[in-house]
């Protein structure tokens, strides 16, 4: 199947600081990426869908100029967290649709810990 | 919106028994519903899926039915087993292109 990485795995900040995550599909082309934020013990929830080379969508809720949401290129999309804050610490996940073949299916990355001191 | 109700929220079950999680969707344009196992810490792994144009699905333990007019779909492990333990969720979604949308997971203990 489809590949999608997240980097970093884990990151610690503190309080007031900026932090950038991405993700990669490396393997395949994705137009769509989507990313989901996950508390302990809680669901996915769906924060935005990134499409290549337009703006993303945020769900309802969700701050775009907190959640900076950049996708350059068909493999790669980036989360920005902005000015953290300690209820911002999350596993923050992307997925991505391959452009081919079974358009219904979804690939996630690993996930990133985020925790904000 | 799309919203997935999904119940119970835990289950614990005796190995070799029989597990039934169930879902219902709100938006009857949706047409496809995955299934994930996720454990902790790691991502979510796809076990089995279902579109709208087909009422049941099975791979070896595990099966899906999808009952389009309640809108509801459950997935159904048999013959448990102790690493079958984990959270599972449902999804659904409208249409290709728009994203999953999560039911609220069923933590299930398979206990020996």
């Known amino acids: 199947g489809a590949v999608v990485s997240q980097h970093p795995s884990r990151v610690i900040c503190k309080s007031g600081t900026s932090v950038k995550i991405e993700c990669r599909s490396l393997d395949f082309q994705a137009t769509t990426m989507f990313w989901y934020r996950q508390f302990p013990k809680q669901s996915l929830m769906l924060m935005a869908t990134?499409?290549?080379?337009?703006?993303?969508?945020?769900e309802q809720g969700v701050e775009k100029d907190k959640f900076l949401i950049n996708h350059a290129s068909l493999t790669l999309s980036t989360l920005t967290v902005t000015s953290a804050h300690p209820e911002d610490s999350s596993f923050y996940i992307c997925?991505?649709?391959?452009?081919?073949?079974?358009?219904?299916?979804?690939?996630f990355g690993p996930g990133t810990r985020l925790t904000v001191l | 919106g799309e919203n997935v109700e999904q119940h119970p929220s835990t289950l614990s079950v005796q190995e070799g028994d029989s597990a039934v999680i169930k879902c219902t969707y709100s938006d009857s344009a949706s047409n496809y519903f995955p299934w994930y196992k996720q454990e902790l810490g790691k991502r979510p792994q796809l076990i089995i899926d279902?579109?709208?144009?087909?009422g049941e699905k099975k791979d070896q333990r595990i099966a899906v039915t999808l009952n389009k007019t309640a809108k509801h779909f459950s997935l159904h492990i048999t013959e448990t087993q102790p690493e079958d333990s984990a959270v599972y969720f449902c999804a659904a979604r409208e249409q290709a292109g728009t994203a999953l949308i999560f039911g609220k997971g069923t933590t299930l203990s398979v206990s020996s």
């Open positions: 279902i579109r709208s144009n087909v």
């Open positions: 997925s991505a649709r391959d452009r081919r073949g079974d358009y219904n299916e979804q690939f």
């Open positions: 990134s499409n290549e080379g337009s703006k993303a969508t945020y």
